[in-house]
């Protein structure tokens, strides 16, 4: 089956420890994205990336950091510099330029600090 | 600079009614609206979408609404059951770039 796979679903870290937020994609889409959602808050977005090697910051990429080595492959490492990491994290891919917008959405990885 | 205005922020509404939830934009040259549906713990999900070319888009008992000129936009749901209940997103794009959200509305259907 097609489609965006995250891992893990949840995630612990501690205080002043850095962590990787995997995600994968077997939909051949170009672009990739990490978002952040907050209750009441919508949809935020870290980072996100058009083509492999390359990769831009969103809105509030502070504290964060990317890799597009592959085409299929996203992961997102949060910092100690992220002063409030905990949060649910979705990942997204997308076909890209001069096709179909539609975005398709992992099921998140809630990340807990503790 | 929000770019995208969701209202309202929840909703309720009695099985069988209709949901009406409003988007409102800022930004002329966004050519792809689409609506998204999340149940808690999971990820979004398109719903449906539509382009400026079009007033409206009807798929089942999910239909939008598209008004250019005021640059607006709204999801009706008509016969609302229990199992709609969850949040919505309105998103806006450009040119098949990222995409910029709503900040969702949480809609609740009760029996």
């Known amino acids: 089956d097609g489609g965006i796979t995250q891992s893990p679903k949840y995630l612990f870290r501690k205080e002043g420890q850095n962590v990787t937020l995997s995600c994968e994609q077997n939909l051949n889409h170009d672009a990739m994205y990490w978002y952040r959602q907050d209750p009441g808050q919508g949809l935020r977005l870290i980072y996100y990336s058009q083509i492999v090697n390359d990769f831009q910051k969103g809105d509030i990429a502070e504290g964060y950091s990317v890799s597009r080595e592959k085409k299929e492959s996203f992961p997102l490492t949060v910092t100690s510099a992220q002063k409030n990491p905990t949060a649910f994290y979705l990942c997204?891919?997308?076909?890209?330029?001069?096709?179909?917008?539609?975005?398709?959405f992992g099921q998140g990885t809630r990340l807990t600090v503790v | 600079q929000q770019q995208v205005k969701q209202s309202p922020q929840s909703l309720i509404v009695q099985k069988g009614g209709i949901s009406i939830i409003n988007c409102a934009y800022e930004?002329?040259?966004?050519?792809?609206f689409p609506w998204y549906q999340q149940f808690p713990g999971k990820g979004p999900a398109l719903l449906i979408a539509i382009r400026p070319d079009v007033s409206e888009k009807k798929e089942g008992r999910f239909t939008i609404s598209f008004n250019k000129s005021a640059k607006q936009f709204s999801l009706h749901i008509m016969d609302s059951q229990p199992g709609d209940s969850a949040t919505y997103f309105c998103?806006?794009?450009?040119?098949?770039?990222?995409?910029?959200f709503g900040d969702g509305t949480t809609l609740t259907v009760k029996p």
């Open positions: 997204a891919s997308s076909a890209g330029e001069d096709r179909d917008t539609e975005a398709f």
């Open positions: 930004n002329t040259a966004f050519d792809y």
């Open positions: 998103a806006a794009s450009k040119n098949a770039g990222k995409s910029t």
